[in-house]
């Protein structure tokens, strides 16, 4: 996911439009720029969300295993998290039907930071051993929302700064058991997860 945020971060949380729906699809299963383009400006608001919506002892981003990966995730897409620093290994059922999101790195904090942040961000991700085309975004003006005790921003409320990282946003996995591998640095930070990610028939979104 990305490093704990320099700031008191909290984001906002918007509508993510075209996500759930039927769009083009690149040959490495991301979405196309075209059909991804609407939602561009919100999936960073978003997820940070969603990441400070739970308190640490049950936060996506703290959780060693992936058995707390379903908290709060919202209908219409499904997000994943990376760590505050070094690789864990993760196993999260995903349900069927759902667009799967997630930063390679990621950050919130100041424009001034974020430009420095990404001025060094690298990332890969590989599904079932192929590449995935990761996209840039840069300098969103995004509000956080956090509950208290939450890992990212410590605190409940709502506040505005800049978000930055490396994304990925896959099409609905076709049922059974996946494989994804997410890297990414910028600077001296490193973060990675080995997700083992298992979509069930009939679990639809």
Request: hydrophobic letters at 35%; one cysteine or more; charged letters at 20%.
């Amino acid at each position: 996911m990305s490093t704990r945020s320099a700031l008191p971060l909290l984001l906002v949380f918007g509508l993510l439009t075209g996500c759930g729906a039927a769009r083009e699809s690149r040959a490495d299963g991301t979405a196309s720029p075209k059909q991804a383009a609407s939602a561009a400006e919100t999936i960073q608001g978003r997820w940070w969300t969603w990441a400070a919506s739970e308190a640490e002892d049950t936060n996506p981003v703290t959780d060693m295993t992936g058995k707390f990966c379903d908290r709060n995730q919202p209908e219409d897409v499904w997000f994943l998290a990376g760590t505050f620093g070094g690789t864990l290994r993760r196993t999260c059922t995903v349900p069927a039907g759902r667009p799967v999101i997630f930063p390679l790195v990621n950050l919130v904090c100041t424009e001034a930071q974020c430009k420095e942040f990404m001025a060094t961000a690298e990332g890969t991700a590989t599904l079932d051993d192929k590449p995935v085309t990761p996209e840039r975004m840069e300098d969103d003006n995004v509000a956080v929302t956090g509950v208290a005790g939450n890992p990212l921003t410590g605190e409940e409320g709502t506040t505005t700064s800049y978000a930055c990282g490396l994304w990925v946003r896959l099409q609905p996995l076709e049922p059974g058991r996946h494989a994804l591998t997410i890297r990414g640095s910028s600077g001296d930070f490193h973060t990675g997860v080995d997700y083992t990610l298992i979509v069930e028939p009939g679990q639809q979104a």
